[in-house]
């Protein structure tokens, strides 16, 4: 088929614009080859003024338009896209689904058979070039497919392969886990400051703490585990403040945050009609 866009996009929403941003911000392509199509105009326009990205004029023209269709739109709003995009869609295209919780199997069969799919996880700091995707290839998905659908999210970060069984998990893990260290981050702040550190002055301190640590677990081999034992001296101020959060349970709610979010993503694709 004539591609006239590099990649284009159903829905741009929090995940669809963050990967967009991303993209533009990598140099995947020049803006004006990326075709977004999203009924919010509010939600639109800011990409189109900002990046220069283009805007279709129907969730069909998506499909007319680019061989490579991000679906980015939320779960309830899966059918309904299918519906509009379906019918531009071959064994030419691959679609690359963002939508937590929807299996493959949904996706096939409402296209036509032919259609290559991949599920994809991003997360949101994909927009800074610092996000982490998996992908599970879906039965008809070649390893050029899987090429391509690398080659769209190591622009934007890492990337890991999975079996589809597991992408709820992911979904849980690290799709949810940027809110779940913003939370954490929101708390420690709020901690300093009670303790008499002046606002401005804590975020500093623990932003880049959290920047500082993640830099360390990255460059090291060793287990976090190592890490934290690392900076915990016997008797001293940091292992009576690891007591307090094992104390309150904090390992123990990470546990209950990743295993009840993966099965929300369960729940969202059982939903589906």
Request: glycine content about 10%; overall charge neutral.
């Amino acid at each position: 088929m004539a591609q006239d866009f590099e990649i284009a996009f159903v829905g741009a929403g929090q995940m669809g614009s963050a990967l967009i941003r991303g993209l533009v911000r990598a140099g995947f392509c020049e803006p004006g080859r990326i075709l977004a199509a999203e009924p919010r105009q509010e939600v639109l326009r800011p990409l189109l003024v900002e990046l220069g990205i283009q805007a279709a004029s129907s969730t069909a023209e998506v499909g007319q338009k680019s061989s490579t269709v991000v679906l980015a739109v939320k779960p309830q709003d899966v059918p309904r896209a299918l519906e509009e995009l379906a019918p531009a869609l071959g064994s030419e295209h691959l679609l690359l689904s963002l939508a937590a919780g929807v299996p493959l199997r949904f996706l096939q069969t409402r296209l036509s058979p032919g259609v290559r799919l991949i599920r994809a996880m991003p997360n949101t700091p994909c927009l800074l070039g610092m996000g982490c995707s998996a992908l599970a290839p879906g039965s008809h998905a070649t390893a050029q497919d899987m090429n391509r659908a690398r080659s769209v999210f190591e622009a934007v970060g890492e990337v890991v392969e999975l079996r589809e069984e597991l992408m709820d998990a992911v979904t849980g893990l690290s799709g949810s886990g940027p809110a779940y260290l913003f939370l954490f981050a929101e708390a420690l702040v709020e901690a300093g400051v009670r303790m008499g550190i002046p606002w401005s002055a804590a975020r500093t301190l623990v932003f880049q703490t959290l920047r500082g640590a993640s830099e360390m677990l990255m460059a090291s081999s060793e287990h976090p585990a190592r890490l934290r034992e690392q900076v915990s001296s016997p008797g001293g101020t940091t292992l009576a403040g690891l007591a307090a959060l094992e104390r309150g349970g904090f390992r123990g709610l990470l546990f209950q945050a990743v295993e009840e979010a993966t099965q929300r993503g369960r729940e969202l694709g059982r939903e589906l009609k």
